[in-house]
């Protein structure tokens, strides 16, 4: 069981995205888990040292709230596909979190997490299902069905837990702090 931490766009962006990859009946993307920007991934958030999440809710009662805009679609490599996330904070409140959490340097490597760190959010991906030729075909329909991409406030953050191997729900949302 391994959990994440996230931003969550709001209820009408999250459902119009949601709708899009869902549009892709290979993408499994949906089924494993909500539209979201990842702010701090699994590493060194196990169900056997809750400590994780106390140092969480601290960094949120410190870090006020913020604003995030989703924008144009790209690529890593030619597997998956993202809109990109444009925000100063987030990268500062990301660093803070792996900075609180203390994961190893092999598991930030591996997560891609303090300097190579991108947030965005991810439409699709030839790991859940999707091939290259459906990934463009995503591609080329984003700007149509998402723009105007949304920017939204970020006021608290989601913590994800693993509920089956491959399937994340929401465990707790923290608020940031306010003002």
């Not at 959010?121 to 995503?138: K, P, S």
Request: proline share 7%; with cysteine; glycine share 4%.
């Amino acid at each position: 069981m391994q959990f994440f931490v996230g931003i969550v766009p709001p209820e009408d962006s999250l459902k119009r995205i949601a709708a899009f990859q869902r549009q892709w009946a290979h993408n499994l993307l949906p089924d494993v888990v909500e539209p979201h920007i990842t702010v701090k991934s699994q590493g060194g958030l196990t169900p056997d040292n809750n400590n994780w999440l106390n140092e969480v809710k601290a960094v949120c009662k410190n870090f006020p709230s913020f604003r995030v805009a989703l924008h144009n679609p790209a690529w890593f490599g030619e597997d998956v596909l993202f809109l990109n996330v444009d925000s100063p904070q987030i990268k500062d409140l990301h660093r803070k979190m792996v900075k609180a959490i203390g994961p190893s340097d092999q598991l930030i490597k591996h997560y891609y997490e303090m300097d190579l760190y991108h947030a965005h959010l991810t439409l699709g991906q030839t790991r859940w299902g999707m091939n290259r030729e459906q990934l463009e075909d995503m591609y080329q329909r984003t700007e149509e069905a998402l723009a105007p991409y949304p920017a939204f406030e970020v006021d608290f953050l989601r913590v994800y837990q693993e509920v089956e191997p491959d399937r994340y729900r929401t465990y707790l949302d923290i608020p940031l702090k306010k003002g």
